[in-house]
């Protein structure tokens, strides 16, 4: 009776009192006290002594077969996101092992206590708890479009999210559910999730060492009849290349032919001295959609992006991050508008360039010396990263899984192909190693993992 009652009753609920079970079912007061003690044994109630017997939140039964959730499968349909790229881009690194993947910047070189600083100043701005503007603080977006350069102004750009925010929003806004999107191949694997989360079809233009090759792009947009292509056109991410002048120039004639946009993701901006002009600052027509982010450079958590568009395509990006979310919270938009109008900041990119470049030349060195079968794609202008091609006979997928056993993390080129990828490749990255020291003993462990891949090979 007490076990239906408590059924009946549901979790959290108080039981009658023992003198009320005991009045109810005329019983005495010792067989009430085993019955509660036999349900509190079957997990069914807790007792609390002062306060009385409750019913306990209910646990699945040893044996029971669980909850059937396959009806959803139907009702969800084929609309899957595969985050599967991207949470190992993000994963952090198990304990004793060399990154030599990532994305962020490690934390030994990042500003945080400049960025704390500028963050106790920003909460104590008037209004800083207060509602920003929808488009974003003013001020920031000022500071946005001259980084963008040309003719670009504050009321050109948006503060969103993250630059992965930035993307979703471009992807949705600029195309139709179904219809394809033009990206270099390879490509960013954030940027490929993003697209097929917007129902998008990914189309592969071929790069070289000097980045996506205009006649080609021209091609893919007449083949395919896509209106929106995704670059990386500074520092591509896996391969390193930037874009040359000439080439920048013919990619904004071939999409304006097209009457298509061109999503520019210019990421690693500060992560190079000197950067080449955006192809923001060169177009005169609204071709263009740029993508800045200070993420990279400062703070995986500083979640400050702008996109800079012009026309009906601004507006619906402004609409796309009006649904969605709103607007960015205010104390991040001051904290970031603190630091970058702060001394630390030129101070930041003055360090973190010079830590790059030696990086990247004792990465490149110790690649050539442990690692001779292993070519380098190109050494990039500055970035995180090098590219690298493995010998034919080798499986990415068994060294990577090798080089993990041995305590190194890379990152597989496969996940970078919106198609078959043309052999196999790894991306090796420099800046999320602690030091010189550790980064070499990362250079040393994936060596011997390749060492082993090809003996396993030989005849």
Not at 86 to 95: D, F, K, M, S, Y
Not at 176 to 205: D, I, S
Not at 297 to 315: K, Q
Not at 353 to 375: G, Q, S, Y
């Amino acid at each position: 009776m007490l076990r239906e009652e408590a059924d009946r009753l549901g979790p959290g609920a108080r039981l009658p009192s023992s003198r009320e079970i005991m009045r109810r079912h005329n019983v005495s007061p010792v067989t009430v006290s085993r019955a509660i003690g036999q349900l509190a044994a079957e997990g069914r109630v807790v007792s609390r002594p002062g306060s009385g017997a409750f019913v306990a939140a209910r646990q699945p039964v040893r044996g029971q077969d669980p909850v059937d959730l396959s009806w959803q499968t139907v009702a969800l349909g084929d609309r899957v996101v595969d985050d599967g790229p991207v949470a190992a881009l993000l994963a952090g690194p198990p304990e004793e092992a060399v990154p030599l993947t990532g994305g962020y910047l490690h934390p030994g070189l990042r500003p945080d206590r400049q960025l704390a600083a500028a963050g106790a100043r920003a909460v104590r701005r008037p209004d800083a708890w207060a509602v920003p503007p929808l488009t974003g603080l003013r001020e920031l977006r000022s500071w946005f479009a001259r980084q963008a350069g040309g003719d670009v102004t504050a009321a050109d750009a948006l503060i969103v999210s993250g630059g992965q925010a930035a993307l979703t929003h471009a992807f949705r806004a600029l195309a139709a559910p179904g219809t394809p999107v033009l990206v270099e191949t390879p490509t960013y694997p954030g940027a490929l999730a993003a697209a097929k989360a917007a129902g998008l079809r990914a189309t592969a233009v071929p790069m070289d060492r000097d980045g996506v090759r205009p006649e080609l792009l021209a091609e893919a947009f007449a083949v395919t009849g896509a209106r929106v292509f995704f670059c990386q056109p500074t520092l591509h991410n896996p391969t390193g290349a930037t874009l040359s002048p000439d080439r920048r120039a013919q990619v904004l004639e071939v999409a304006r032919a097209a009457g298509a946009f061109v999503i520019e993701d210019d990421y690693a901006r500060y992560l190079a001295p000197g950067a080449p002009p955006s192809l923001a600052s060169m177009d005169a027509h609204g071709t263009v959609v740029n993508v800045g982010s200070l993420t990279k450079i400062l703070s995986p958590s500083l979640r400050v992006a702008a996109v800079v568009a012009r026309g009906p395509a601004a507006h619906r990006l402004r609409a796309s991050q009006l649904v969605e979310s709103f607007f960015v919270a205010r104390p991040l938009q001051e904290t970031a508008l603190e630091f970058v109008g702060s001394a630390a900041w030129s101070r930041h990119l003055n360090a973190v360039h010079a830590e790059i470049l030696t990086r990247r030349d004792a990465l490149a060195a110790a690649l050539a010396a442990r690692m001779p079968a292993a070519e380098v794609h190109l050494l990039p202008i500055g970035g995180l990263h090098l590219w690298l091609r493995l010998p034919a006979e080798v499986d990415e997928n068994t060294l990577v899984e090798t080089a993990r056993r041995l305590g190194t993390l890379v990152s597989p080129g496969r996940m970078y192909y919106p198609s078959e990828p043309p052999g196999p490749r790894i991306r090796v990255t420099h800046m999320a190693a602690a030091d010189l020291p550790e980064l070499a003993e990362g250079v040393r462990r994936l060596a011997e993992a390749l060492e082993r891949c090809l003996l396993s090979q030989a005849p």
